[in-house]
């Protein structure tokens, strides 16, 4: 108890609440990461001891982890890697005007989910650091794949086009220095790949980047009066409304918070898979599936119960056996460190004083964070009134920095525009970003859990054995065969949904130009089967099993136009405005230009461009819009960038 009451002296209290703040605010910046935001602020640890250092870490920990679901749920981009799965019914309750709603749920259900995993820790460390161990190579591999089938279930649209986006994702995550072999593949004489792509830039790429330039896009019906501004108008909501819809339904936030918990143990998992998982477990056991990706409470509530509960998960295996759970739990190991302390069952006698009073203060984390995240839902949802020709120049510029800041690498933020580029055009044609994501999260998981298995397999008499037996592979394993199974069903609804609309078959629609296309792809892929057939057989394994998957799935999509050629009407009949497509053009050139102009120059040309853009082609429609506002605003917003990162946290850009 002497403990406890120390979580509530006046200068732990101000340091729990500042590192609460500064995380929610590092959260809602696309781009900087709770890894991120928790390595910044080690540094400043310094002059603190080591109670109140470890308590301003966890409070940014914490704090980034919620705050990540603010502009998932209004602008449709994750702020980390954990809230990817809170944008399939977040954005969409925004867009039917209850982004207050959203938030309230996700700011209930985090508090929840955090609780519960700190109870965990605080309670039960030693024993679930125990069972964490017993997660060898081959049940990691059968998470990752288990993860991999759900990309079928969890997102809309055809499930071979979500499965092709997975093996993209999985193709993406070879490039650079193979983890078991320790050599370069896949890099194309280019020593920029050799350090592989970033996880923060390939997500900004397909999340953040793509979304601004759908904002640009939109500005021809814009410019009609629908949708006028990037925002909808947020209806109000009853906070004990949306206390009870996550507590009278107990169902998802205990699916969230269990699965979030569980997955936080297995070192090297992370929120992003556990939120994944959950997202997908919930809808699983719903009994209204296709609501979900419309605007679904209850997927919100799984996806932020599950990425919160996984905070005190990743710290349980890394306080007691010195074994982070997360990337940010691993930066987290830095922090004791740094200070003297070292993790394990001595932790808790030697230094009981700061590892308790850190637990306790964990726990008072999620009931602060509670108060401080509903008084600030009022504020969070004025954000939805800024015009997108403000708010697109803002995400680029935070897609651009977010990208850079992670490793000062300039060739990230090429990364970010190049793929994001892409997936604009993917989207067009009916491919998601989450299933490439997630297949680019999990495909170093799955590879180093084959490799692994199949030496140490090899190695005590029978590698099939080793991966199909043992009672956690069986379970594992026949997870993986339950999805496919109700992945091949949800296909055949679909398909039966199609029968009733009476496709005609015709050879006519295998010459069309879409259909050559995929032909295309399909001889892509064939080729680089070819080319990596003389890899070492370590490094081509996977890859070839990836991409005979690939080259199937591609071939039962060209198998598809000669039944249905929807695809292509669709993009056809768009009425195209080609002055806002060179606007994306250019838009594009200025953020590959940072090498050239500087980031600030590159602020503000965007903040300038894309308004007055607005303001000379739609100034009858937009007769708010001045060229001093555009002045005013484009200048203070550079400003207060470069005091953030210049000054502040003093980036060296």
Request: proline share 4%; net charge positive; with cysteine.
């Amino acid at each position: 108890m002497d403990f406890f009451w120390q979580v509530f002296e006046i200068h732990h209290v101000l340091v729990l609440f500042l590192g609460l703040l500064l995380g929610i605010v590092v959260g809602a910046l696309p781009g900087l990461t709770p890894t991120m935001g928790v390595a910044l602020m080690i540094p400043f640890t310094f002059a603190l001891g080591p109670t109140e250092g470890l308590i301003l870490l966890g409070g940014i920990y914490c704090g980034s982890v919620f705050g990540g679901s603010i502009p998932a749920i209004l602008f449709n981009v994750p702020g980390a890697p954990a809230n990817v799965a809170t944008t399939f019914d977040g954005y969409p309750m925004t867009k039917q005007g209850k982004s207050r709603k959203a938030l309230e749920l996700a700011t209930i259900s985090s508090v929840i989910g955090g609780l519960f995993g700190m109870f965990l820790l605080l309670f039960f460390a030693p024993v679930f650091a125990d069972f964490s161990l017993r997660f060898g190579p081959t049940e990691s591999f059968w998470i990752a794949i288990f993860g991999i089938t759900v990309i079928a279930a969890i997102s809309d649209g055809a499930v071979t086009k979500n499965l092709i986006g997975g093996c993209i994702g999985i193709g993406l995550s070879f490039v650079g220095i193979s983890m078991i072999t320790g050599t370069a593949r896949f890099t194309f004489g280019m020593d920029s790949l050799v350090g592989g792509l970033h996880m923060v830039a390939v997500l900004i790429g397909l999340f953040a980047f793509p979304q601004a330039l759908r904002m640009i896009e939109d500005f021809r019906e814009n410019s009609r009066g629908e949708n006028k501004q990037n925002g909808y108008k947020p209806s109000r909501s009853s906070i004990r409304e949306s206390f009870g819809d996550v507590l009278k339904k107990p169902k998802y936030v205990t699916i969230g918070s269990g699965l979030g918990a569980f997955i936080g143990m297995i070192p090297g998992a992370g929120g992003n898979i556990a939120s994944l998982l959950a997202y997908n477990e919930a809808k699983r056991f719903s009994k209204k599936k296709d609501q979900f990706g419309k605007g679904d409470k209850n997927g919100i509530i799984a996806s932020e119960s599950s990425n919160n509960a996984m905070v005190g998960g990743s710290l349980i295996p890394l306080l007691t056996l010195g074994i982070p759970g997360s990337p940010t739990a691993a930066i987290f190991l830095g922090g004791l460190l740094i200070h003297g302390i070292w993790p394990g069952n001595n932790l808790f006698v030697d230094h009981a004083h700061v590892a308790y009073t850190f637990l306790y203060s964990m726990i008072a984390a999620q009931i602060l964070l509670l108060v401080l995240g509903l008084s600030l839902i009022k504020y969070m949802t004025r954000l939805t009134s800024i015009p997108a020709y403000f708010m697109a120049p803002v995400i680029l510029s935070f897609s651009i920095i977010g990208a850079y800041t992670t490793q000062n690498n300039l060739f990230d933020i090429y990364t970010v525009v190049i793929l994001g580029l892409l997936m604009f055009c993917l989207q067009k044609y009916g491919f998601s970003p989450a299933p490439i994501a997630l297949g680019f999260i999990l495909g170093p998981i799955a590879e180093q859990g084959l490799l692994q298995g199949l030496q140490l397999g090899g190695a005590r008499g029978s590698v099939f054995a080793y991966f199909f037996t043992g009672t956690w592979n069986v379970i594992l394993y026949s997870l993986v065969l339950l999805t496919m199974v109700l992945a091949i069903r949800q296909a055949v609804n679909k398909n039966k949904t199609l029968r009733k609309k009476k496709p005609q078959f015709t050879l006519k629609g295998l010459g069309t130009t879409y259909a050559w296309a995929w032909l295309l792809v399909g001889g892509g892929i064939l080729s680089s089967i070819y080319m990596m057939s003389s890899m070492q057989f370590e490094q081509k394994i996977f890859p070839l099993i990836n991409a005979g998957f690939l080259f199937l799935l591609v071939m039962i999509e060209y198998g598809k136009k000669a039944f249905v050629s929807q695809d292509t009407k669709g993009i056809s009949q768009q009425r195209r405005s080609w002055s806002l497509y060179v606007l994306i053009v250019i838009v594009s050139i200025v953020s590959l230009l940072t090498t050239f102009i500087g980031y600030y120059t590159q602020v503000l040309l965007l903040m300038i461009t894309i308004p007055l853009f607005v303001y000379l082609k739609y100034k009858q429609k937009e007769s708010s819009l001045t060229i001093r506002k555009i002045v005013i605003v484009s200048f203070s917003f550079t400003l207060v960038l470069y005091v953030v990162f210049s000054i502040l946290l003093k980036v060296p850009i």
